[in-house]
């Protein structure tokens, strides 16, 4: 599944990459021609003009907060947990991260994260680097909550951070 979010919906799409959706920002407008329909792609919006095109990869949202949002949008497409894949995504870039040996990331994290984490990834893009850090599970907590389920930690993904390096 896929998303094309909104410009003024930026919360919202952090939160889809942070569930491992390919989630792309951009404004759109409803006097402008709208990119033609994909499968598996949504156009994520507030903007109730965009209704005139009777599309059903359009979803014009009711929610006003960005967390608010992503239990509209996983609940109306019916989103279940193997639809996730936690933490997987760049939350700036969208790029999927990729594992990074330990010794790779030597003088590119803080020291101590160096010498606590075994696990890195890094965007490919941008050359962030995450690792798991303390409010993954709080994140993963969220998400799962928005699903309407309890949250487990074994779910989704491999759960890295989005503490970073750039």
Known sequence: MKFLVD????GLAKWLRFCGFDTTVRPL???GPL??????TFILTLQTSLARFGRGD???????????QLREVLRRLKV??????LMSRCVKCNEALVPLSRDAV???????IWHTQKEFY?????????????????ISRKVHAALGRS???SAGGKSPSQRSTP
């Open 106 to 112: 030597a003088g590119r994290v803080p020291e101590y």
């Open 151 to 153: 949250s487990r930690r």
């Open 35 to 40: 990119p033609q329909p994909q499968a598996d």
């Open 58 to 68: 359009i979803v014009i949202l009711r929610a006003a907060a960005p967390e608010a």
């Open 29 to 31: 407008s409803a006097r």
């Open 7 to 10: 410009a003024p919906l930026g």
């Open 122 to 138: 890094e965007c490919p893009a941008c050359r962030r680097v995450y690792w798991p850090g303390s409010h993954t599970d709080g």
């Open 80 to 85: 279940s947990r193997r639809d996730l894949d």
